[in-house]
T-cell receptor
Framework: EAGVAQSPRYKIIEKRQSVAFWCNPI?????LYWYQQILGQGPKLLIQ????????DSQLPKDRFSAERLKGVDSTLKIQPAKLEDSAVYLC?????????????FGEGSWLTVV | GNSVTQMEGPVTLSEEAFLTINCTYT??????LFWYVQYPGEGLQLLLK?????DKGSNKGFEATYRKETTSFHLEKGSVQVSDSAVYFC????????????FGKGTRLSVIA
């Protein structure tokens, strides 16, 4: 079974530039998550989708971050304009549904460095 | 709100030593508890989980028991190997409504031969 696919794996941009990350969840998984993992910290949820609807985006910095999952499958996360503190690994994850105890599967992450 | 506290690392052990990584949590109700592992350059992988009190999760020689009375989910392994070197994250998922994972800060384990 294919896992959660993310691209690009690595990106270096200058501050104030924009960047977009793409995620393809495991086939059949209705729930998709984007997490931000800053070096030395645990992942922090940015946004959660159920199919193509947003369930939780309370921790998404909406002045610069946006995310969409238009057809309920793939998702993109965009940062514009980027700040130095956005340097982190952006993890996409998916699960079959939101039911408690369901295993959440993570992609390998997109590593962003803002200089 | 929900939160997870785990022991700070790094933890350095010799091969075949006993490992304990402490994890305690704060949550309303009865969350599900997880340990994830992140090997160098890789994404997070589920190591084990427990969904109710007194459950024991186990995988690859690692074990953790869901202790409601102490709100803990400590990770243990009787004999670590060099290949266990990684960062370990304790996490919880609430039983109410949406269930995104809330993670601890992670504990880096280095095992030396």
């Amino acid at each position: 079974e294919a896992g959660v696919a993310q691209s690009p794996r690595y990106k270096i941009i200058e501050k104030r530039q924009s960047v977009a990350f793409w995620c393809n969840p495991i086939s059949g998984h209705a729930t998709l998550y984007w997490y931000q993992q800053i070096l030395g910290q645990g992942p922090k949820l940015l946004i959660q989708f159920q199919n193509n609807g947003v369930v939780d985006d309370s921790q998404l910095p909406k002045d610069r971050f946006s995310a969409e999952r238009l057809k309920g499958v793939d998702s993109t996360l965009k940062i514009q304009p980027a700040k130095l503190e956005d340097s982190a690994v952006y993890l996409c994850a998916s699960s079959f549904n939101v039911q408690t105890g369901n295993t959440i599967y993570f992609g390998e992450g997109s590593w962003l460095t803002v200089v | 709100g929900n939160s997870v506290t785990q022991m700070e690392g790094p933890v350095t052990l010799s091969e075949e030593a006993f490992l304990t990584i402490n994890c305690t949590y704060t949550a309303t109700g009865y969350p599900s508890l997880f340990w994830y592992v992140q090997y160098p350059g890789e994404g997070l992988q589920l190591l084990l989980k427990a969904t109710k009190a007194d459950d024991k999760g186990s995988n690859k020689g690692f074990e953790a028991t869901y202790r409601k009375e102490t709100t803990s989910f400590h990770l243990e392994k009787g004999s670590v190997q060099v290949s266990d070197s990684a960062v370990y994250f304790c996490a919880l998922s609430s039983h109410s409504g949406n269930t995104p994972l809330v993670f601890g800060k992670g504990t880096r384990l280095s095992v030396i031969a």
